[in-house]
Structure formats: C-alpha cells, structure tokens
C-alpha cells in the first residue's frame, strides 16, 4: 500500500494514535515510518528565538517513538528539526516530498470548527500545501 509514512509528531496524544496509525499503514506493505518532531520557535523581540522544549525534550520524544515502532518490526528513522512558530505545515510537507513519502500521517488537536477557522492549523494547512494523501488522527 505504502512505502514510505512520514508521521508528523508533536507531544501530544493525537500524536500517539497517530503513530499507532503509521504503525498499522507501515505493516500492511512492509514499509518504513519516518518521524519527523518540529520544534516550533516564536520569535521574541530582545530574546530571539524562543522553543517551548528543550532540544533533549525533543529529542527524547522522537527516540521514544522510533524505538516503539523498531521494537513493533517496523523500520523507522526521524528526525527533529528547528522551524518558526507557524511554519510547520510547510516544513512537513517539504519533508514528505524530500524523502518522497506516499503519504503524511499526523494528529489533530481537536481544536472547535470556529477555534480552528481563526487560527488555522497545522493539519489543515498540510492537507491544503501537499499532493501526497494525508491520514489526519483524532
């Protein structure tokens, strides 16, 4: 079915069943999962650049997450990247088309129609910048 998942994590559980998702697509054709965690950094004035986890936070998130999936017989490589508040809907889909994924898998926060209509988010804008089928996670 496909090959190659790219699953959009953050640390939230939206992102665990999304995982377990990526998990089930992977297994059906012996496919490989990539992970992929953005830091997302708001701009401060006087401060600059401002993350709402520490790099070891990330980092230990994505290890968790790609150890879950090896130990479940997939293979599976991530990756955690720096991006700006706002810009992580375009940072996915460039990676799912850098590493030519077949599809994108990510979680959605549940945000209300209204809440999600005036601040957009990160699903929606992915589903709207890519080619690449994506599976949106509640």
């Known amino acids: 079915?496909?090959?190659?998942?790219?699953?959009?994590?953050?640390?939230?559980?939206?992102?665990k069943r999304a995982l377990a998702a990526a998990h089930k697509l992977a297994s059906l054709s012996d496919g490989e999962v990539r992970v992929l965690h953005l830091r997302e950094q708001e701009v401060i004035p006087?401060?600059?650049?401002?993350?709402?986890?520490?790099?070891?936070e990330a980092h230990l998130w994505l290890e968790s997450a790609v150890d879950e999936l090896r130990n479940a017989g997939v293979?599976?490589?991530?990756?955690?990247?720096?991006?700006?508040?706002?810009?992580?809907?375009?940072?996915?889909?460039?990676?799912?088309?850098?590493h030519d994924v077949g599809v994108i898998v990510m979680g959605s926060r549940g945000r209300s129609d209204l809440t999600g209509l005036l601040l957009g988010s990160?699903?929606?804008?992915?589903i709207h910048l890519t080619d690449?089928?994506?599976?949106?996670v509640r």
């Open 1 to 15: 079915m496909y090959e190659k998942v790219l699953v959009a994590i953050d640390r939230s559980e939206n992102s």
């Open 46 to 56: 006087r401060m600059g650049l401002v993350a709402d986890e520490s790099p070891e």
């Open 75 to 98: 293979k599976a490589t991530g990756e955690v990247r720096n991006t700006i508040y706002g810009q992580a809907a375009r940072e996915i889909v460039a990676d799912a088309v850098l």
């Open 122 to 126: 990160t699903a929606h804008k992915v």
């Open 132 to 136: 690449r089928p994506v599976l949106v």
